[in-house]
């Protein structure tokens, strides 16, 4: 349900984005070109190739040979963008199941793992548009999306030194959630300042009283993003 | 060219996805995205019907593959032939393999135009007669029936390949062949279906390191040790069996160095090799990526002796294709008879046939539109910039969704099959 109304909001960004560099691209005629900074239609290149791999490894079974393309050309987009960064080196290998050659159950979550890591590599550059949340599912064990967001306020404590994908995509997240929902003393005195850290329980502010519903709600929401670990059902 | 032979259907599951003539050209199989595999048969010449030489009806159909659901994985197979293969004919009965994502099966097809008749136990329409009634013992006979064309499951192969299957291949040997996924190839002998000796894995121990998947695979025509496996990274590898059981380490290893002045962020995925090719006789490879068709001499590895463009108008579209998914489209190109001229497809419903020996190439349309019965194909063409003549048309034009990615031709004659989404079109020369 959240990842849903972040989807929606991102592929919008996306056409947009993308019909801009269309423009750029399909009219050499167009002054625009020749001062239009690489910066910009590399940025934009980017946020898309993102948007393939996330659509890629959504799929049940995604098609190899169209994921390690969009991979590859994501690294060459990147290396470009911040050519004075040097790609970090590969993470030892994630806490996937052992490498059981015959079962592509593994070797997904491996694989996925990997991309994620990837990207969370990426992340590390400044200036890089959040990923989609469902990948940050998958990063190393604790880095769950069960903490809700505390007030937007709070999360200006949340520096970028923590070098947390999620540090962005908490706010995107939330953004368009009425966060509300989660102010209440239940979940953390308001006297007490935030831990950094996503799976830290939120909100600090004062809340009206909680009821059974919102409660319900609440439980289900954070299920519900731990629901997102695991692999999608059937169909493609 | 004249003649286009079509079959007209509407929706999804009669998309085309594979199209093959057999080893004399009397066959031609389709396979489609339903599963289903359709056969047509060349009508044998007649002194009373000259110009309906060569018609291809159909001969039979039936559904080769189901869509099935892997409860371990939680995943549908889909049920789409991505491949089919004709085994050289030995008998009365002709033999094909036909594969989806997973699995691969030999079909028989086979004529039967005789029934038995006059059985003791059973009467005229099969009921079982009572014992006690049967006086006399006759001998069944057989008498003629309509033809009836059957088609058969002889063997299947499955649970072998992990990744998607893009390739199968028959060995010259007529008693293995291969079927290649994204990461490994698969040695099948025909007689058995529950072993399968891996020849090549890329897997890497981590797949982190992935970069590179297989795309294609093809044995050599005449030595049935040697067969070629292109990559998502431009390259082809050619193996020996007899060096040694597990092929990882290749024989010769195409690749031509990139171009620097070409160079851009869509450079890999642009060459890509979606197709790999023989020629018949045996001495060249044919590759397909997404611009070009290049043709490899088996000699020389560091770089092919000839280079097509298909439609190089597409280079500077390369990021709308990429954002429409359009330049991840998989062609395929075939050789003719005499591998003097070589076909792929192109969007637009175009395709193009380039003559090696005159160099000169020409682009054709497979539309309803533009054939009719026993109408000359025009030679189309399409206007870069500038000022567009009467005849072209805009590349803003084109319809990117109208690909014609399957195409075949006959093994000795001058007949094309051109598959167009779901419309089978067959083109031939025109004999006077």
């Known amino acids: ?20 560099v269309d423009a750029l691209w399909l009219d050499p005629g167009h002054a625009a070109v020749a001062q239009a900074p690489p910066a910009a239609a590399s940025s934009s290149l980017f946020d898309l190739s993102v948007l393939k791999l996330h659509h890629s490894l959504q799929q049940s079974e ?3 040979r169209h994921l390690v393309l969009v991979v590859n050309t994501l690294r060459r987009i990147q290396a470009s963008m911040a050519p004075a960064a040097a790609l970090p080196p ?25 991309m994620a890591s990837l990207l969370e590599d990426l992340s590390h550059i400044e200036g890089l548009s959040q990923a989609p949340q469902p990948l940050a599912d998958e990063g190393p064990p604790g880095r769950s999306m069960g903490g809700a967001a505390p007030s937007l306020g709070a999360l200006d404590l949340l520096g970028p030194a923590t070098g947390c994908l999620l540090d962005d995509g908490l706010e995107g997240l939330f953004e368009d959630i009425d966060t509300s929902m989660y102010d209440n003393e239940l979940w953390a005195p308001a006297s007490e300042g935030l831990k950094p850290g996503p799976e830290d ?35 493609r | 060219m004249n003649y ?70 939680s995943l549908e197979i889909e049920e789409k032939i991505n491949k089919i293969r004709w085994l050289p004919q030995q008998n009365a009965a002709y033999f094909l393999l036909s594969t989806n994502d997973k699995t691969v099966k030999l079909w028989k097809v086979s004529e039967r135009d005789k029934r038995p008749e006059g059985y003791n136990l059973k009467d005229e329409e099969g009921r079982l007669r009572d014992p006690a009634t049967i006086t006399t013992l006759r001998v069944p006979v057989l008498r003629p029936m309509d033809l009836m064309v059957e088609a058969t499951p002889r063997r299947v192969f499955a649970n072998a390949h992990t990744y998607h299957i893009n390739s199968i291949s028959v060995n010259s040997d007529y008693e293995t062949y291969m079927s290649a996924d994204d990461l490994r190839i698969n040695l099948w002998n025909f007689e058995i279906t529950n072993q399968s000796f891996n020849i090549v894995d890329i897997k890497p121990a981590n797949m982190e390191e992935l970069t590179e998947v297989i795309t294609a695979a093809e044995f050599h025509p005449h030595h049935c040790n040697t067969f070629v496996y292109s990559s998502s990274k431009g390259t082809i590898r050619l193996c020996d069996m007899r060096a040694s059981a597990l092929c990882d380490r290749h024989t010769k290893f195409f690749e031509e160095p990139e171009d620097p002045s070409n160079r851009s962020f869509f450079s890999e995925i642009i060459s890509s090799i979606s197709d790999v090719k023989f020629s018949h006789s045996g001495r060249y490879i044919m590759t397909r990526d997404y611009l070009t068709v290049k043709v490899w001499d088996l000699n020389m590895e560091n770089r092919p002796i000839e280079t097509y463009q298909v439609h190089d108008y597409l280079r500077s579209k390369l990021c709308s294709l990429y954002e429409n998914d359009c330049i991840f489209d998989k062609f395929e ?12 497809g192109s969007y637009n419903n175009f395709f193009r046939m380039f003559d090696r020996n005159t160099k000169r190439d020409v682009t054709l349309e497979a539309s309803r539109e533009n054939s009719k019965p026993r109408a000359i194909l025009k030679p189309r063409k399409v206007c870069v910039g500038g000022k567009r003549r009467k005849d072209e048309i805009s590349v803003d034009s084109l319809d990117f969704s109208k690909k014609i990615l399957h195409t075949a031709w006959h093994p000795s004659e001058n007949i094309i099959a051109v598959a167009a989404t779901n419309n089978l079109y067959i083109f031939q020369d025109k004999v006077n």
């Open chain 1, 1 to 20: 349900m959240l990842s849903k109304g972040l989807k929606r909001k991102r592929e919008e960004e996306e056409e947009k984005e993308s019909l801009a």
């Open chain 1, 201 to 235: 329980e939120p909100g600090k502010e004062e809340a009206p009283e909680l009821d059974e519903a919102e409660l319900d709600y609440l439980m289900d929401v954070l299920v519900g993003t731990q629901a997102l670990e695991r692999p999608p059902g059937p169909g």
């Open chain 2, 4 to 73: 286009p032979d079509e079959n007209t259907y509407g929706n999804k599951a009669d998309i085309i996805s594979t199209v093959e003539f057999n080893h004399t050209g009397e066959l031609l199989a389709t396979g489609d995205k339903g599963g289903r595999v359709v056969i047509f048969q060349r009508e044998q010449e007649s002194k009373n019907q000259i110009h309906r030489r060569g018609e291809y009806n159909v001969y039979s159909t039936f559904q080769s593959h189901e869509p099935e659901f892997d409860y371990l994985k």
């Open chain 2, 333 to 344: 190109c075939v050789w003719n008879g005499s591998d003097s001229v070589i076909m792929t």
């Open chain 1, 90 to 114: 590969v993470p030892s290998p994630p806490a996937a199941p052992s490498m059981a050659d015959n079962l592509l159950a593994s070797s997904d979550a491996a694989l996925s793992a990997s």
């Open chain 1, 62 to 64: 995604p098609d190899l």
